[in-house]
């Protein structure tokens, strides 16, 4: 039991990756707080969590809402007592359209998930991870924060805005015993977000869905997208203590599409 006695935090936590890395970490031992905007998702998720012999808890929560990242926080500790492991892996990807389409509002829609959220919430969890002397802060950045890929600007900026909010507060809490490090999934066919994007890139592509993906992953070593499950594994790598010496560092779980 890699993570037993840990309470871990997983935003986004009733579907996809979010899903996976919850149940990943409570079969290692974990008490495992998931939070999501959609109620049966996340409670599906509790509950496959608690059958399997696991302990969970779950709360609907946007975490575009500052009040709702309290609350977040604030149920992890009235329920398990503290917060050891905080993952930031909720957002969807936003408009797929090119930088001139795009209005404010869904400029900032998208940084309010996907960058503003894990600000929100690293804050709130620093100072007892401070006191306690320990604790991992994990961030689900993309693909998109390193490689381009046209009609997604705003989900690209947010990613790559992650990873300097992951390296800047690596620097600042490696010495009080905190570590902080960043994931880079590539393409997961699985996730409702990917097949929804891949939908909409299909379309403008004119072509279909099975031929945008096919087309897509060409540009992959491995010729092939990623697993939920894939993701799930680094994740649980990085928070545990196996990957003690490792914080401030993006790692891509890509297949080989990326190489920094």
Known sequence: MQLERQVAVVTGGGRGIGRAIARRFAAEGAAVVVASRTANEVEGVAKEIEQSGGRAAWVVADVSQEEDCQHIIAAARQRFSGVHILVNNAGDYGPVKPVEEITPAEWDQVIA???RAPFLLTRL???EMY???SGVILNISSLS???AFAWGSPYAAAKAGLLGL???TAAEAARKGVRVNAICPGPVAETKMSK???RVLAERLRMTPEAQLAHFVEGILQGRPQTADEIAAAA????SSQAS??????LNVDGGAAFY
Not at 236 to 239: A, E, G, K, N, W
Not at 245 to 250: P, V, Y
Request: glycine share 10%; net charge positive.
């Open 113 to 115: 998930a996907h960058l």
């Open 125 to 127: 969890v620093l100072p």
């Open 245 to 250: 010496a490792i914080t401030g560092q993006s």
């Open 196 to 198: 929804e994007l891949g």
């Open 166 to 168: 992951t390296r800047v």
């Open 131 to 133: 006191a306690r002397g």
């Open 145 to 147: 924060a390193k490689a």
């Open 236 to 239: 649980l790598f990085l928070v």
